[in-house]
């Protein structure tokens, strides 16, 4: 199966999240269960094209807009994942295995930093289940990771562009906050 590691990392956090709401999950069935999906995963967080009235009513509203000289149709990030049935068993990536196996094997470590990189009244305990996968899979790589395969700014990038994909500007910058605190120390 060709996948990339952006790809891999999404599908790690994904399950991440999903293992936070039902710890029983099994990470290789919640892997097949999202390649299987896989289709049903993109439409969920396409953008679409609006038309150029639509687009004069947000304006209107004030919101920021920059002008682009040629619109692109994006691409799905998961083009090149051979499509599966739910009743076929696919073996994970081993960076996926790496990742899951990380965060379970170091969460309290990785915890313990975030929460001594997050200010303020809040904690790894407060956080949203999504934002709290994205930053103990990006903590994982910035700490335990290879560096020379994927160095601690890529990780941070990878994290900010999941924030964006499955969180909200405050999250995406918070989590841009907290792992930069956590890379420069």
Not at 30 to 48: P, T
Not at 82 to 98: I, L
Not at 164 to 180: H, M, T
Request: charged residues 25%.
């Amino acid at each position: 199966m060709q996948i990339g590691r952006s790809q891999i990392r999404e599908l790690a956090v994904l399950a991440i999240y999903s293992s936070l709401i039902d710890p029983q999950l099994d990470p290789k069935a919640c892997f097949n269960h999202l390649i299987a999906n896989v289709n049903e995963l993109e439409e969920k967080f396409q953008y679409k094209e609006i038309n150029e009235e639509d687009f004069d009513q947000l304006k209107a509203k004030g919101l920021p807009f920059h002008s682009t000289s040629s619109v692109q149709t994006p691409k799905s990030r998961f083009d090149q994942v051979k499509k599966v049935s739910e009743d076929e068993e696919v073996t994970p990536p081993a960076y996926f295995v790496e990742l899951i196996e990380g965060v379970r094997q170091h969460q309290e470590t990785i915890d313990q930093q975030l929460n001594n990189h997050i200010t303020g009244k809040w904690s790894v305990k407060r956080l949203e289940s999504i934002n709290l996968a994205i930053l103990r899979v990006a903590a994982y790589e910035i700490l335990y990771g290879n560096q020379e395969k994927i160095p601690a700014v890529v990780a941070i990038d990878e994290a900010v562009e999941l924030a964006k994909r499955y969180s909200d500007e405050k999250s995406r910058r918070f989590i841009n906050g907290v792992l930069s605190a956590l890379l420069v120390q």
